[in-house]
């Protein structure tokens, strides 16, 4: 059953709702959001990233997934692992690994870091929260099984009154979400984002399409304006050159079409966190700050931070 624990009053969240969807509207329609996927595509490897912010969260984080911001609050999913996913010797009933166990959470909380409300969603095996997604009224949430070809329920979260609805299903694990502001459309990826799926807002399929990128496998996905989003993720490398168990993380950014569902541009990102996690391991999103790209991450689990980082040698011209 989907439970739902609310730590602030609601009176006092309909008005800083209500702020945010102001200021999220006219952001959505300012120069910044303009030029964001031109300054994107000056990234490079040699573009020099410095932290301008380390914000510690005062609550456990368990291993989070997506991130936006509204206004002056983030709205963050995570997955609270109770029991992992072991895989198979062989794939059984077409399953790779056992479904595990855990809470899928949306957690809301201030730019000190202190949680404001922590909302529990998905039912039984499904738990696992991905990307989400807001569309101006809903923060779209996908919650799928721990594990590759499985299912998912996709929510939509009113940010006002913060009542869960169940949009709609799918027989896939969608592990991220977008709301196309132009087309009205939902964009989706699977586990490891090697397919994107498209949908309306009720849930009817339009469209299914292979991801010809294999660079990385996003994990959090933003709109960016201009009918185009922003995807952060890693992929896992094997590490030879030591007796390191652990692989290596390679991290990147992808600038995505989101009508043509092709990558327009991508790039490593290599700073690190500090439990040693590629910066776009899970949720991730940028904003433009001025000549430059300013990006957000949470890529540690459980005891974690908001790092923010902005870009020095953009030298974007007007």
């Given at each position: 059953m989907r439970k739902i624990v609310f730590t602030v009053t609601a009176t006092l969240l309909i008005g800083v709702a209500s702020t945010a969807l102001a200021m999220h509207q006219s952001n959505s329609i300012s120069a910044k959001e303009q030029i964001l996927d031109d300054q994107f595509q000056q990234l490079s490897r040699n573009t020099k990233w410095q932290q301008k912010e380390k914000i510690h969260l005062q609550f456990n984080a368990y291993h989070p997934q997506g991130m936006t911001r509204i206004g002056d609050l983030y709205y963050m999913s995570s997955v609270e692992i109770i029991e992992k996913?072991?895989?198979?010797?062989?794939?059984?009933?077409?399953?790779?690994?056992?479904?595990?166990?855990?809470?899928?959470?949306?957690?809301?909380?201030?730019?000190?870091?202190?949680?404001?409300?922590?909302?529990?969603?998905?039912?039984?095996?499904?738990?696992?929260?991905?990307?989400?997604?807001?569309?101006?009224?809903?923060?779209?949430?996908?919650?799928?099984?721990?594990?590759?070809?499985?299912?998912?329920?996709?929510?939509?979260?009113?940010?006002?009154?913060?009542?869960?609805?169940?949009?709609?299903?799918?027989?896939?694990?969608?592990?991220?979400?977008?709301?196309?502001?132009?087309?009205?459309?939902?964009?989706?990826?699977?586990?490891?984002?090697?397919?994107?799926?498209?949908?309306?807002?009720?849930?009817?399929?339009?469209?299914?399409?292979?991801?010809?990128?294999?660079?990385?496998?996003?994990?959090?996905?933003?709109?960016?304006?201009?009918?185009?989003?922003?995807?952060?993720?890693?992929?896992?490398l094997p590490n030879p050159a030591t007796e390191y168990t652990k692989p290596y993380e390679l991290g990147g950014l992808a600038l995505i079409d989101m009508k043509k569902l092709n990558t327009i541009h991508e790039v490593p990102f290599m700073e690190f966190s500090p439990q040693g996690h590629v910066m776009t391991r899970n949720p991730v999103f940028l904003e433009n700050a001025g000549d430059e790209l300013r990006l957000y991450a949470v890529p540690d689990d459980d005891d974690a931070y908001l790092l923010v980082y902005e870009t020095t040698n953009l030298n974007y011209k007007k």
């Open positions: 996913p072991v895989k198979y010797d062989q794939p059984r009933d077409g399953y790779d690994r056992t479904p595990g166990k855990g809470v899928g959470h949306l957690f809301v909380f201030n730019k000190e870091g202190k949680l404001l409300k922590d909302i529990q969603l998905g039912e039984g095996m499904i738990y696992h929260p991905g990307g989400i997604a807001f569309d101006g009224k809903y923060i779209w949430v996908p919650v799928a099984e721990y594990r590759p070809n499985s299912h998912s329920i996709i929510y939509k979260v009113n940010y006002e009154t913060m009542k869960v609805e169940e949009a709609f299903r799918v027989n896939d694990h969608i592990g991220g979400m977008v709301h196309d502001a132009q087309s009205g459309k939902l964009i989706g990826v699977s586990w490891g984002s090697r397919k994107f799926y498209e949908w309306d807002e009720k849930g009817q399929q339009m469209r299914v399409k292979v991801n010809s990128s294999h660079f990385i496998d996003y994990q959090d996905c933003e709109g960016v304006g201009q009918g185009k989003m922003v995807c952060g993720g890693i992929s896992e």
